[in-house]
């Protein structure tokens, strides 16, 4: 399914690298944890990074209710969202052609307030998205934290994902300057788990939703 295609939303700047298909988007969506939320608030522009979960096609945000970006969100004004991540460095023949391989997502849209009654299972989205099955392991939030807590809704609707891979893209002349060119890969992984220093010392182990995230990473040391 494609998203939206609206005049702000369309990569302008190298096209052939814009994403507008629902896989894409979701994939890169899934793979990030933090989001920077921007806005504006009092007349100034202003950028939050915040933690997300998503759900379909909705993207959720939560932070205390009295915080300058609930409060504001609360309003359904006009806001854009940006995530991204660095996959490699691109190391050209001049200094000018030096560049990045990335993923990102922008989205624009508005906030709408999660009503009480769908407020857990927002939330439970947003834990899931930090690691899937914790939720289950964990002590639910309290009434008294549920009612210091807004969660924001933003409908993945009017979303743009631009992707750069490959090569460096260095001028015809300086191919055969006697200078090193390519990609330096950069990898994201789960390090051996360091448990909380007032853990009780019955429990010796992490939990399984811990123990199934870092699986694919055999080296560490439990």
Not at 173 to 180: A, M, Q, R, S
Not at 214 to 220: S, Y
Request: glycine fraction near 4%; aromatic fraction near 4%.
């Amino acid at each position: 399914m494609s998203m939206k295609k609206t005049k702000r939303s369309t990569v302008k700047r190298a096209p052939k690298r814009g994403h507008y298909d629902s896989e894409t988007i979701h994939q890169i969506l899934d793979n990030n944890h933090i989001c920077h939320v921007a806005l504006v608030y009092e007349g100034a522009p202003l950028v939050i990074p915040t933690l997300y979960g998503r759900k379909n096609d909705l993207l959720f945000i939560h932070g205390a209710s009295i915080s300058r970006l609930m409060t504001s969100l609360e309003q359904e004004m006009d806001l854009s969202i940006s995530i991204a991540k660095t996959t490699g460095l691109v190391l050209a023949r001049s200094a000018f052609h030096h560049s990045l391989n990335y993923e990102s997502v922008v989205l624009f849209g508005k906030g709408k307030l999660v009503a009480d009654i769908d407020k857990e299972e927002a939330l439970k989205a947003v834990s899931d998205h930090l690691i899937p099955d914790r939720w289950e392991e964990v002590r639910k939030p309290s009434p008294k934290e549920l009612k210091a807590t807004s969660v924001i809704a933003i409908t993945l609707d009017e979303v743009t994902a631009k992707v750069r891979t490959g090569d460096p893209k260095d001028d015809k002349k300086d191919y055969d300057l006697p200078v090193w060119a390519g990609v330096v890969p950069i990898k994201e992984q789960y390090e051996s788990p360091i448990a909380d220093t007032l853990l009780n010392p019955n429990i010796t182990s992490p939990s399984p939703s811990i123990l199934k995230l870092i699986q694919p990473h055999k080296n560490l040391h439990l």
